[in-house]
C-alpha cells in the first residue's frame, strides 16, 4: 500500500524559498503510470493544484504559480521536492503530496502546514 | 482555466437522508471529474473518478454521474461518518490545469 509523507524545515520567512519533501512508501516513483503532484489549501478554503512530476522528470505546474514553482525527482530516495521561490503571507497553507492516475489523485500524504511569516 | 463552481456550499442533512450535491464546469470536461471527501485535519480522499466510478473501498451509497458541464454526487442514505466537505476536481485540461470547486460542506440537520 502507497503511503506519502511531506516533511520541510518549518516556518519560512517572506521572500523566502519554500522547500518541501515527500517520501513515498510502498511503490518506487520511477515506476511509469503515476504523476507525483503537489497540492495546497489556504486556511479554510479550497484546493489548489500546484504541478506535477512524471517519472521521467517531465513537469508540469499552475499557470499561476509557474514562474515560482520547481518539483524535481530523488529516486535514490524515492522522494519528490517542491521548492517554491519569492514567497508572501499568500502561501500561508497546508501543502500536499498525492500520487494521481490518470491525473485524478488516489493516494494523499496527511499535509503539512507551512506558514510564511517574519 | 476551467472553473469548478460547486452547489449547494453548504447543505443540511440528518442521517439517513438523501443528499445531492452539484458541479458545474465553465466549459467542458466530457468525464474527467473526481470527487472527493475531506474530514477536518485530514487529507481529501478519493470517491468517484471518470465522472461516475466509485474508488476501491468506497460504499456502494456514493454514486455519480454527469458528463460534459454538470455533474452530481448523491449519497443514498447518509451516516454519521458522511457529515465532512465535498470536492469536485476536473482533470480535462491539456496542458494540465486541474481545479477544484470550492467544496460543499454536508452538516447536520
Known amino acids: 500500500q502507497v503511503q506519502l509523507q511531506e516533511s520541510g524545515p518549518g516556518p519560512v520567512k517572506p521572500s523566502q524559498t519554500l522547500s518541501l519533501t515527500c517520501t513515498v512508501s510502498?511503490?518506487?516513483?520511477?515506476?511509469?503510470?503515476?504523476?507525483w503532484n503537489w497540492i495546497r489549501q489556504h486556511p479554510g478554503k479550497g484546493l489548489e493544484w500546484i504541478g506535477y512530476?512524471?517519472?521521467?522528470?517531465?513537469?508540469y505546474y499552475n499557470p499561476s504559480l509557474k514562474s515560482r514553482v520547481t518539483i524535481s525527482l530523488d529516486t535514490s530516495k524515492n522522494q519528490f521536492s517542491l521548492k517554491l521561490s519569492s514567497v508572501t503571507a499568500a502561501d500561508t497553507a497546508v501543502y500536499y503530496c498525492?500520487?494521481?492516475?490518470?491525473?485524478?489523485?488516489?493516494?494523499w500524504g496527511q499535509g503539512t502546514l507551512v506558514t510564511v511569516s517574519s | 482555466e476551467i472553473v469548478m463552481t460547486q452547489s449547494p456550499a453548504t447543505l443540511p442533512v440528518s442521517p439517513g437522508e438523501r443528499a445531492t450535491l452539484s458541479c458545474r464546469a465553465s466549459?467542458?470536461?466530457?468525464?474527467?471529474l473526481a470527487w472527493y471527501q475531506q474530514k477536518p485535519g485530514q487529507a481529501p480522499r478519493l470517491l468517484i473518478y471518470?465522472?461516475?466510478t466509485r474508488a476501491t473501498g468506497i460504499p456502494a451509497r456514493f454514486s455519480a454521474s454527469g458528463s460534459g458541464t454538470e455533474f452530481t454526487l448523491t449519497i443514498s442514505s447518509l451516516q454519521s461518518e458522511d457529515f465532512a466537505v465535498y470536492y469536485c476536481?476536473?482533470?480535462?485540461?491539456?496542458?494540465?490545469?486541474?481545479?477544484f470547486g470550492q467544496g460543499t460542506k454536508l452538516e447536520s440537520k
Open positions: 471518470g465522472g461516475s
Open positions: 510502498g511503490v518506487s516513483i520511477n515506476s511509469g503510470g503515476y504523476y
Open positions: 466549459q467542458s470536461v466530457g468525464s474527467e
Open positions: 498525492a500520487r494521481a492516475v490518470l491525473h485524478y489523485f488516489t493516494s
Open positions: 476536481q476536473q482533470y480535462a485540461n491539456w496542458p494540465p490545469w486541474y481545479t
Open positions: 512530476i512524471y517519472y521521467s522528470g517531465s513537469t
